[in-house]
């Protein structure tokens, strides 16, 4: 099993700044693709970046240029830098994982509890 713990979200005003970060333990031989998404009141939850374990990456076209996600391979970690936010940015964000993992090998994706980021106009 894999556990995720996310920290970071909160309340800004427009134009602030905020960093989610989302831990990965247990029984883990390798982490995959890494990856944020996020879920406002009423719609579906939608891919906001990923990075894979060489580092690629990709965005949702609403967060390129002021999001950057990043990964620290040796804590498991997974970073969202969010700067110049908006009000729209308002939703319950969610990690995922994944990873495989021991005991026997096991290929499977795994999502954080989420962390809400609430952006004030």
């Known amino acids: 099993q894999v556990q995720l713990v996310e920290s970071g979200g909160g309340l800004v005003q427009a134009g602030g700044s905020l960093r989610l970060s989302c831990a990965a333990s247990?029984?883990?031989?390798?982490?995959?693709?890494m990856g944020w998404y996020r879920q406002a009141p009423g719609k579906q939850r939608e891919l906001v970046a990923r990075i894979t374990t060489g580092g690629a990456t990709n965005y949702a076209d609403s967060v390129k240029g002021r999001f950057t996600i990043s990964r620290d391979n040796a804590k498991n970690t997974v970073y969202l830098q969010m700067n110049s936010l908006k009000p729209e940015d308002t939703a319950v964000y969610y990690c995922n994982v994944q990873a495989l993992t021991v005991g026997p090998p096991k290929r499977d994706g795994y999502w954080g509890q989420g962390t809400q980021v609430t952006v004030s106009s």
């Open positions: 247990g029984s883990i031989f390798s982490i995959n693709a």
